[in-house]
Nanobody
Framework: QVQLVESGGGLVQAGGSLRLSCVVS????????MGWFRQAPGKEREFVAA????????YYADSVKGRFTVSRDNAKNTVSLQMNSLKPEDTAVYYC???????????????WGQGTQVTVSS
């Protein structure tokens, strides 16, 4: 069974930075496309970023492009999301997800973490 565990959330002032990490159990981490999504109160869950398993091609939502960076370490079964220049509108629960297709569609991802709260104060 594949398990994803996120960490690194917290409270930060606008303009600050946070780094989220997600550790994935199992031996096939390198085959997964890893995605980050977020859900703000009262809103739909939305795509943030994704990274392919082998060639490390990265994808970003327009709202975070230039501020967030997704990376992965296949030797450590870990995917990270470095978030810089944070804004109050980045406040949300952030989820990592694993799938086999590089897509912004959350329904294409097969495994999900429990989420970690990120709060950006103004």
């Amino acid at each position: 069974q594949v398990q994803l565990v996120e960490s690194g959330g917290g409270l930060v002032q606008a303009g600050g930075s946070l780094r989220l990490s997600c550790v994935v159990s199992g031996r096939t981490f390198g085959t997964y496309v890893m995605g980050w999504f977020r859900q703000a109160p009262g809103k739909e869950r939305e795509f943030v970023a994704a990274i392919r398993g082998i060639v490390y091609t990265r994808y970003y939502a327009d709202s975070v492009k230039g501020r967030f960076t997704v990376s992965r370490d296949n030797a450590k079964n870990t995917v990270s999301l470095q978030m810089n220049s944070l804004k109050p509108e980045d406040t949300a629960v952030y989820y990592c997800a694993a799938g086999f297709k590089a897509t912004m569609n959350e329904f294409e991802y097969d495994y999900w973490g429990q989420g970690t709260q990120v709060t950006v104060s103004s």
